[in-house]
């Protein structure tokens, strides 16, 4: 389990970045620890930025092929 600190740490998003993203559906949700905690699984986190990284180099692809 994540906490949010290090969820930054590893994302590079701020805190008002990824309750947003979580808003919009395009960040994993954290689960509840206790009354007043949070966090995310590592899984959950790791499986978003690989996607992210997926999605970066798919777009960076299909710019390469119209430029040519």
């Given at each position: 389990?994540?906490?949010?600190?290090?969820?930054?740490?590893?994302?590079?998003?701020?805190?008002?970045?990824?309750?947003?993203?979580?808003?919009?559906?395009?960040?994993?949700?954290p689960?509840?620890?206790?009354?007043?905690?949070?966090?995310?699984?590592?899984?959950?986190?790791?499986?978003?930025?690989?996607e992210?990284?997926?999605?970066?180099?798919?777009?960076?692809q299909?710019?390469?092929?119209?430029?040519?």
């Open positions: 389990i994540l906490r949010r600190p290090e969820v930054e740490n590893r994302t590079g998003l701020s805190r008002s970045t990824i309750y947003n993203m979580m808003t919009a559906g395009t960040f994993p949700r689960v509840q620890l206790g009354p007043r905690a949070v966090g995310w699984t590592k899984s959950d986190v790791d499986t978003w930025i690989e992210r990284i997926a999605l970066s180099r798919q777009s960076q299909q710019e390469a092929g119209t430029a040519a």
